[in-house]
């Protein structure tokens, strides 16, 4: 049994070895300045992409699914200070039917995505 023992480990230990170290936990905000938002992807009914003037993008994952978000693809916000945060409450936008605003659902924290690999030029060598 000792043998078998010994056996196992030394053929388990190549593997163990070879496992990546876990990710590093995601940055994370609680507040976005508005002057640096360039434009917003609602990717689904929870989930809105920020991608900010820098180039770097910051997902909100809103606490609950927001009842036609991922239909309309529009909100609106509306904050007293130079900052959209996780307290704040967005408002779906109807689509067609100006004047009327949907449900209004409260943002999550916002995650940094990291940065999408760039694609190499035609013919570029390297």
């Known amino acids: 049994m000792r043998a078998l023992t010994l056996s196992l480990l030394l053929v388990a ?3 163990l070895a070879q496992t990546e170290p876990p990710a ?3 940055e994370t905000r609680n507040c976005l300045q508005l002057m640096q938002i360039r434009s917003n992807t609602v990717v689904d009914g929870q989930t809105i992409d920020f991608r900010l003037r820098d180039g770097s993008v910051w997902r909100n994952r809103l606490p609950r699914a927001c009842p036609t978000l991922g239909f309309n693809q529009a909100f609106s916000y509306s904050t007293s200070i130079p900052q959209l945060c996780n307290v ?8 067609g039917n100006p004047g ?13 995505l990291p940065p999408r690999p760039t694609k190499a030029k035609a013919g570029a060598k390297g």
């Open 24 to 26: 590093a936990p995601p």
């Open 100 to 112: 009327i605003i949907g449900a209004s659902c409260g943002l999550g924290k916002f995650e940094r």
């Open 13 to 15: 230990a190549p593997a």
């Open 88 to 95: 704040d409450i967005i408002r779906v936008i109807v689509q």
